[in-house]
């Protein structure tokens, strides 16, 4: 691990401490990624915050930020981003081994699901920028709303995984490595 450590719960104080309990609320576990967060009370509010608006209040479904996030987590070699999603599939994201494997190469069955994935792919290789006709097929196939989602989607995935990265966290869910 880098220079960033991670704070226990039990140890924190002050803000840290209320947005680690507020995690534990919400996922029912502290997971490494926001024990690290916390270093940043901010940055874990933030964090918190999108991530729990994008759930209760977005439109995306559950297997759709799950398979957002394996891509995301596999553009970004993150084994902690991959191994976090990879669990979240079978839990929350109802989402086959084979569906798994496909969301990591930017592919679904569902052609919603593949849109999305496709909307995403573009926003991550091209680190926010589109072409003209990867946007007329975002427009094509999704409303405005679910664009936009898509984008804070593949931003707040991509905070997790480069924080991950950075940071050396260590992964506290079944390993997924990116050359599985």
Same mark, same amino acid.
Do not use: C
């Given at each position: 691990?880098?220079?960033?450590?991670?704070?226990?719960?039990?140890?924190?104080?002050?803000?840290?401490?209320?947005?680690?309990?507020?995690?534990?609320?919400?996922?029912?576990?502290?997971?490494?990624?926001?024990?690290?967060?916390?270093?940043?009370?901010?940055?874990?509010?933030?964090?918190?915050?999108?991530?729990?608006?994008?759930?209760?209040e977005?439109?995306?479904?559950?297997?759709?930020?799950?398979?957002?996030?394996?891509?995301?987590?596999?553009?970004?070699?993150?084994?902690?981003?991959l191994?976090?999603?990879?669990?979240?599939?079978?839990?929350?994201?109802?989402?086959?081994?084979?569906?798994?494997?496909?969301?990591?190469?930017?592919?679904a069955?569902?052609?919603?699901?593949?849109?999305? /994935? $496709?909307?995403?792919? &573009? %926003?991550?290789? #091209?680190?926010?920028?589109?072409?003209? +006709?990867? =946007?007329?097929?975002?427009?094509?196939?999704?409303?405005?709303?679910?664009?936009?989602?898509?984008?804070?989607?593949?931003?707040?995935?991509? /905070? $997790?995984?480069?924080? &991950? %990265?950075?940071? #050396?966290?260590?992964?506290?869910?079944? +390993?997924? =490595?990116?050359?599985?």
């Amino acid at each position: 691990m880098t220079g960033i450590p991670l704070i226990e719960p039990e140890t924190a104080t002050g803000p840290a401490a209320r947005w680690l309990a507020e995690a534990q609320q919400t996922f029912g576990i502290t997971p490494n990624l926001v024990k690290a967060l916390a270093n940043s009370p901010a940055a874990l509010r933030g964090f918190l915050a999108m991530t729990l608006a994008l759930r209760e209040e977005g439109r995306l479904s559950a297997s759709t930020r799950t398979r957002i996030g394996l891509l995301v987590a596999q553009e970004h070699r993150s084994a902690y981003g991959l191994s976090v999603h990879s669990f979240l599939a079978g839990t929350v994201g109802g989402l086959s081994e084979r569906e798994v494997a496909e969301a990591r190469r930017g592919r679904a069955e569902d052609a919603k699901a593949s849109a999305v /994935l $496709a909307y995403a792919a &573009a %926003l991550l290789r #091209g680190r926010g920028a589109v072409t003209a +006709l990867e =946007s007329a097929a975002a427009a094509r196939d999704l409303t405005a709303e679910e664009q936009t989602e898509v984008i804070a989607q593949v931003i707040v995935h991509s /905070l $997790a995984d480069w924080l &991950a %990265l950075a940071a #050396g966290i260590p992964v506290d869910w079944p +390993l997924v =490595s990116p050359d599985d």
